[in-house]
């Protein structure tokens, strides 16, 4: 070691490392063998030092090709494995997780820059839709129609698709898999997963744990891994083996992944951009509505998907909602801190990149008139921090309103009535989760109608920002029309057939035709 900087990885501090299998260089490519990846290493960076975690050998095409056929090949026999069983072997992926999950929450925390409750939460996510699969398992089906021939059955029937592929996003490193994967293979499919580059470790680590569960059932690689860069990821959706293509991320590659996935009729699951809003209403519970407004808006130092961006606020109650929020928020700065600190409630944001575009937007919004209520600065420490901020003054349509900024920067508008608010709400592109706090049941029941909200997730008493697995998770408009996770989101992964069955000894033809 001597010459050479030391890695987290192999400090005593962080332990746990090495207790998730990782090493100062890790292999990034699994196609039933762990394999040195040919396209070069991607150092992991703690966000909250800057610090090299460790390092990844990441693939390359030719990596992708030798997953891709081990996929393919495996499907061949996991397809034939009853369903039950299947989810059994899910239940033992489920139980694996469990053992794994503060380790594994650890380096959520530690390479996404999540606060370490919300890394260990985000790994029981995986768990909870392991045992959500294991109940679907014994319970997804088709239906039986009554035919209009006598004697007839209609019949529909739920087959698997074939391999899957998966891109996940920084930040969600490890659940987005989880809501893919688990419910593809209980239906039948094989997965190929490609993570962020950035968030390689959680990748590398998620996948160790799921494919030593699959070698003690001494399974073909129904999960295999190539963490590599945007050659592998155009490869991926290129690639007609691949017959679903779930994608997360921005809503530019977004559009460039669903072109790709329609023009060679594969198909695709879109997770891509929010811009969510948070309306709170004249008659709302305003204690309930802060504790939601203050999560929501700064959790994950603002890089959920489902962040609060918007706070559209009736006119009577605005001044001092503001007043309290901006309290809140100067509270808030006492606990800034390392995302493994057990004191910190927030951490930092993900990379330099990340700063760059919170600064370049502050001074974008003050440009247009905007005034900055708190916030609007990098904090003076090692890694990628920067203040939560609170922007008024804009008009609700401003250019840098209608734009997704990935970062703790939310915009507070005064609306007049409910009916405002909702056209507020829903004149941005991004349609994915919104919330209506009110104490009203025609107000609630306006917002959850034809009239109210145009988004996926729409909730009320509740906060945007966050899902359980029991429900559709995804977004309309330019969110991309995706659905994870509960429901019957299962559907996406597999194929429908309707099928007639004559048990008679007649061939009589439909809509009463006679061909003689």
């Not at 050479?4 to 090493?23: H, I, P, S, W």
């Not at 996003?169 to 994967?181: L, T």
């Not at 309290?324 to 057990?342: E, F, N, W």
Request: glycine share 10%; hydrophobic share 40%.
């Amino acid at each position: 070691m001597s010459g050479m900087t030391k890695y987290l990885v192999e400090e005593d501090n962080f332990a746990f490392l090495r207790d998730l299998g990782l090493q100062r260089v890790n292999n990034g490519v699994y196609n039933g063998e762990w394999v040195a990846g040919t396209a070069g290493k991607v150092q992991s960076i703690d966000p909250a030092s800057g610090r090299v975690i460790a390092e990844v050998a990441t693939g390359s095409e030719q990596d992708l090709e030798r997953c891709l056929t081990a996929g393919v090949a495996a499907y061949q026999e996991w397809k034939k494995i009853p369903a039950p069983l299947r989810g059994d072997v899910i239940r033992q992926i489920g139980d694996e997780l469990r053992k794994y999950r503060e380790p594994l929450g650890k380096l959520v925390a530690l390479e996404m820059g999540k606060i370490l409750p919300e890394g260990v939460g985000e790994v029981q996510e995986f768990v909870d839709i392991c045992d959500y699969a294991v109940g679907l398992s014994r319970m997804f089906g088709g239906a039986i129609f009554p035919s209009e021939r006598p004697q007839h059955t209609i019949l529909e029937k739920w087959n698997p698709l074939g391999l899957v592929g998966v891109i996940s996003a920084f930040n969600f490193p490890c659940a987005v898999f989880g809501w893919n994967a688990a419910i593809a293979l209980t239906v039948g499919n094989t997965v190929l997963w490609k993570g962020a580059p950035s968030t390689s470790l959680v990748s590398v680590a998620t996948t160790k744990i799921v494919t030593d569960v699959i070698k003690r059932n001494k399974l073909p690689p129904i999960v295999t891994l190539c963490q590599g860069g945007e050659d592998v990821g155009k490869r991926m959706v290129s690639d007609e083996r691949i017959r679903l293509m779930s994608f997360t991320g921005s809503t530019a590659v977004g559009r460039t992944v669903g072109i790709e996935m329609q023009r060679r009729f594969g198909r695709c699951l879109l997770e891509l951009g929010g811009n969510n809003a948070l309306i709170i209403n004249e008659d709302a519970p305003q204690e309930m509505a802060l504790d939601a407004a203050f999560f929501g808006c700064i959790g994950t130092a603002g890089q959920r998907c489902t962040t609060t961006r918007r706070l559209i606020i009736h006119a009577k109650l605005y001044d001092s909602f503001i007043a309290k929020l901006v309290k809140r928020y100067a509270s808030l700065l006492k606990r800034v801190g390392h995302p493994l600190d057990s004191a910190t409630l927030y951490g930092p944001v993900h990379n330099q990149q990340a700063v760059d575009n919170y600064l370049q937007t502050v001074q974008e919004a003050v440009a247009l008139g905007g005034k900055v209520e708190c916030g609007g600065k990098v904090i003076d420490r090692a890694g990628f921090f920067v203040e939560p901020t609170i922007i008024s003054n804009l008009p609700h349509n401003a250019p840098v309103v209608k734009r997704e900024t990935f970062a703790p920067i939310v915009y507070v508008f005064k609306a007049s009535n409910l009916q405002e608010a909702i056209s507020w709400n829903n004149e941005v592109d991004q349609g994915l989760s919104s919330s209506l706090f009110t104490n009203n049941i025609q107000s609630a029941f306006e917002w959850l109608g034809e009239s109210g909200s145009d988004c996926g997730i729409v909730n009320i008493n509740t906060s945007p920002s966050g899902a359980e697995i029991g429900g559709a998770f995804g977004g309309e408009k330019h969110t991309g029309g995706g659905r994870e996770s509960g429901s019957d989101a299962w559907k996406q992964y597999a194929r429908r057939s309707t099928i007639t069955v004559n048990h008679s000894t007649d061939l009589p033809l439909a809509q009463g035709i006679v061909f003689e």
